[in-house]
């Protein structure tokens, strides 16, 4: 019985295989500029960890090669940090933009650049 729950135990220790965990890059935002803390990330999932310090809602959107697109985040109050995951498969440029308003216009972007895995 023992050595049976020890085998049960072993094997619930092993990871399951799942997707690998999304990587995080940080981001600011504020009136009219983001700043973002790692340019540079593998194609895959990235977690996006955006803190408001500005004073107006923000959001961001993510665009790419070929047209990508990915949902807009949640609008970020001044002071409050949203965690927005996105999954960037290609390589290549991608557009970090916040919608709100007039926003853009005023320089709300950044870039970031996906490699390969």
Known sequence: MIAALATALAFAAVPSGGP????????SAREYS????????????????IHNFGEDLHDVQVRG???YRS?????IEPDETVSFTVR????GRYLLICLQPGHAA???K????????
């Open 20 to 27: 690998p965990p999304a990587t995080p890059v940080g981001m």
């Open 34 to 49: 983001f700043g973002v803390y790692r340019t540079r990330v593998r194609a895959g999932r990235i977690r996006l960890n």
């Open 65 to 67: 090669p070929n047209g």
């Open 71 to 75: 949902s807009t985040s949640p609008e």
């Open 88 to 91: 960037l498969r290609r390589p």
């Open 106 to 108: 005023k320089g709300m």
């Open 110 to 117: 950044a870039h970031i650049s996906v490699r390969r895995r």
